[in-house]
């Protein structure tokens, strides 16, 4: 008897237990579906020349001797007094000149935006908030790096992504790609749009061409007695199906519209960089970065790295980036999922360190 008075009151601690975490879940879904409503993401900056510095000084401690530390300091200490009594005689006299001029007065600025390519170009939207965020604030002068990694994909995706960058170019800034890895049909058709393109030596650049492709099942619905019925209005609502018999005629307009395609991809490489031989380089292939330089699809061979601690020591830079809101679900799978890739990982890890010499 007293055995099932123990596992009755296990069970109403279960019972009770999982309806206060339904109701804790539900609560906080209501709190992130308002913030969500409320608020999509918020811009983050930061200013890159502090955050090198940081990393220069942090090795410097270790490898300067003390008394070349104190010289140093002191200089630097002296001359920051120096910029900061310049700044005050700039801004007094600012306030005498008109707006028109304090719009294009001030050293140039460099800002420095990242996007990681997918087939959907799902990373537009942030692109879009960024350029949206930094456009009204860029003047004549200004430089604006974007570092680019992208293997392509849709076409209309990156037909917008595409656009998003003439935006800044509208402005009068400057715009310059930096390739490390890969900017290959849809990603070369952001990367052109662009007043200089750098690549690292092995990066893939190119792949100036349209593909498409997919599966048929016809035969194999045929042979099982299934049937498929596909209706349309319009004699080319559907030119070729997956599932039903594609005809002659219908393969012959999803070519031309391949096709055309292919000749609005050109002509917007050709309009947006004129310097490259546009018949020679829109062949579908890709080269590395040397030979990508020798077809002057890119104007320069440097790692993305190097090009902005270059322009540090120049200009004040400044790193941009859209933080989408996520909800907990969102969180929740996120943090699924990867630990489900480590699991993974390491898995196939141990199992390949056995093959290992």
């Known amino acids: 008897m007293e055995f099932f008075q123990e596992i009755g009151l296990f069970l109403a601690e279960a019972v009770i237990l999982v309806t206060a975490i339904i109701v804790v879940v539900v609560a906080i879904a209501a709190v992130s579906q308002r913030r969500r409503d409320g608020e999509e993401g918020f811009i983050e900056v930061r200013r890159l020349n502090d955050r090198y510095t940081a990393f220069h000084d942090a090795v410097r401690s270790f490898t300067e001797h003390a008394e070349s530390r104190k010289v140093r300091e002191k200089a630097e200490k002296k001359t920051a007094k120096a910029e900061q009594k310049q700044a005050k ?105 662009a007043d200089r393109i ?21 035969r194999l619905l045929k042979k099982n007695d299934v049937d498929f019925e596909l209706l349309t209005a319009g004699k080319y609502k559907r030119t070729l199906t997956m599932f ?41 292939e890709i080269w ?24 540090l020591a120049e200009t004040e830079a400044f790193e941009v980036r859209f933080v989408p809101k996520k909800s907990w679900q969102e969180k929740f799978g996120m943090a699924a999922e990867a630990g489900i890739e480590r699991t993974f990982l390491r898995l196939w890890q141990q199992g390949a360190s056995r093959f290992l010499p």
């Open 89 to 193: 005689k700039k801004a007094k006299e600012s306030e005498n000149v008109d707006d028109s001029s304090k719009e294009t007065e001030g050293a140039a600025r460099l800002f420095v935006l990242r996007f990681q390519g997918d087939i959907r170009a799902s990373e537009t939207e942030s692109l879009r908030e960024e350029i949206s965020a930094i456009a009204p604030e860029l003047r004549q002068g200004d430089e604006v790096l974007l570092c680019l990694e992208s293997p392509g994909g849709m076409v209309h995706s990156y037909g917008l992504a595409a656009s998003q960058l003439q935006r800044i170019r509208a402005t009068g800034a400057s715009l310059t790609v930096a390739v490390d890895k890969v900017a290959a049909s849809g990603g070369y058709m952001m990367a052109c749009v």
């Open 198 to 218: 750098i690549s690292a030596p092995f990066a893939v650049i190119g792949s100036i061409g349209v593909l498409a492709q997919l599966p048929n099942f016809h």
């Open 244 to 284: 039903g018999e594609n005809t002659d005629d219908g393969r012959a307009k999803f070519v031309e519209d391949l096709e055309d395609t292919y000749d609005l991809f050109k002509d917007f490489v050709a309009l947006n960089r004129p310097i490259v031989d546009i018949e020679a380089v829109a062949t579908g």
């Open 288 to 311: 590395y970065g040397q030979r990508a330089l020798d077809q002057k699809l890119v104007d320069e061979l440097s790692t993305s790295d190097a090009y902005l601690q270059t322009r």
